[in-house]
């Protein structure tokens, strides 16, 4: 069996994509997703002039080789735009296996370790009461998880909170220029946990909370977070401090015993290395588009495995349903899998171009039984969605410093 053609497909159903389309000369081709939120470009050309020549005529069942081909081969290792391309090549050809054999994914990767994976959806709002109802919601429809994000009084765009939009998709789909925000560690530390407080108070402490701090905090603010939200047993803090050092979790844990979760823009497990070796964090999140592929990410499982860490991984609307789908193929395999992000079905648009079944059952995702990953693509559809050039925000103090966003 040959690899025949590599197609790198760029389109915007609401938000941008970027897709790759591996066939071969026996009619079987597989699809990985290759999106990079505010960067999809630079992957795609990655892709198309460096990628695909290499690609031509080898065995697309060689999985492993063809991982180290493209991490060791290219000298240059490692990054989000590396780690992307070959984490799209990798889903596909992982697709193809399962094709050509006729399994779903997680059978081949070892089989079903749960009947079910259990996911967090997302409760936002621009108030505590607005917050607290949609929680409601979720906890009505089933969901064992939900994650919090509210609006922080006076203070201009806050991270995860729909600033009126009611979809989810369309919020990071169109914006010609990165827009910016405001952040205050003050007004965030003196309100947040009075959201919990009040989310404990009405729901009770069945429900798993979660939280996502989006990086804004030092190793010694987060320690003090998470120390006041210990009342309400948070299932985990995520991304309280960016991990470039990643001692900082170390100083967070001395005093806190609120679980810590880190992980969505990581590329490789070295990314983690330190961090899961001293049990520095309790769920690691790193994506199998963002994380170089299937390959990897069972790599990084057995080893998180081996130090009491779970796999969590990132499951924002910029990951494409490809993605969505390899998660849960990993999820179900992985012994050691703790929850999966989940922010809902796509659009019309996005139904549209991705041709998928997700199944949800009292708040899990159920595993897909198609061979392979249990996804397709239309391809004339994505024709009508044309690229659209699109930032993430950017976030700086109230006095214009730079932040993280
Ligand atoms: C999350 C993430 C996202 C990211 C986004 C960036 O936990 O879901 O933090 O909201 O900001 O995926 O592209
Ligand atoms: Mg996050």
Not at 193 to 200: C, G, I, T, V
Not at 246 to 254: E, F, H, L, N, V
Not at 390 to 405: A, C, F, H, K, Q
Request: with cysteine; glycine share 8%.
């Amino acid at each position: 069996m040959k690899i025949t053609n590599v197609k790198v497909l760029v389109c915007r159903p609401g938000r941008n994509f970027v897709t790759v389309k591996i066939e071969t000369d026996e009619g079987v081709y597989g699809i990985g997703d290759a999106t990079l939120n505010g960067r999809e470009m630079a992957v795609a050309a990655y892709l198309e002039e460096h990628i695909a020549p290499c690609l031509i005529g080898k065995d697309p069942l060689q999985i492993e080789d063809v991982w180290q081909y493209l991490f060791k081969g290219a000298y240059w290792r490692k990054g989000p735009v590396t780690m992307t391309a070959i984490g799209a090549v990798d889903m596909a050809l992982w697709d193809i296996f399962g094709k050509v054999t006729n399994m779903p994914v997680y059978q081949l990767l070892g089989g079903k370790s749960r009947h079910g994976v259990t996911v967090y959806a997302h409760a936002n709002g621009e108030s505590i009461e607005e917050v607290l109802t949609n929680l409601g919601q979720f906890i009505d429809q089933g969901y064992k998880a939900v994650r919090l994000q509210c609006t922080i009084p006076n203070q201009k765009g806050t991270y995860g909170t729909l600033e009126g939009k009611k979809n989810y998709y369309e919020l990071q789909g169109n914006r010609p220029l990165p827009p910016e925000n405001e952040w205050c560690t003050r007004k965030y530390m003196n309100f947040i946990p009075e959201l919990f407080k009040q989310a404990r108070e009405q729901f009770g402490y069945d429900i798993e909370l979660l939280h996502d701090v989006h990086s804004r905090l030092t190793p010694i603010e987060a320690a003090k977070l998470g120390k006041m939200l210990e009342p309400y047993d948070l299932m985990f803090l995520e991304d309280s401090v960016t991990a470039d050092n990643q001692q900082g979790y170390a100083q967070i844990r001395q005093h806190t015993t609120t679980p810590l979760a880190v992980g969505e823009i990581f590329n490789t497990v070295w990314d983690a290395k330190e961090l899961i070796e001293t049990q520095s964090i309790d769920y690691i999140r790193t994506a199998v588009s963002h994380g170089g592929g299937i390959t990897p990410m069972r790599k990084l499982s057995d080893f998180a495995a081996m130090h009491h860490v779970r796999m969590a991984p990132h499951g924002a609307p910029d990951l494409s349903p490809i993605a969505t789908m390899a998660h849960l193929h990993i999820n179900t395999w992985a012994p050691n899998f703790g929850i999966q992000e989940f922010v809902g079905f796509g659009t019309d648009e996005i139904n549209e171009v991705f041709k998928y079944e997700l199944n949800i059952k009292n708040g899990m995702l159920l595993p897909s039984e198609a061979p392979g990953l249990g996804v397709d693509i239309d391809e004339e559809a994505m024709k009508k969605y044309e690229y659209k050039r699109s930032y993430l925000p950017v976030s700086r103090l109230e006095d214009g410093t730079l932040w993280n966003w």
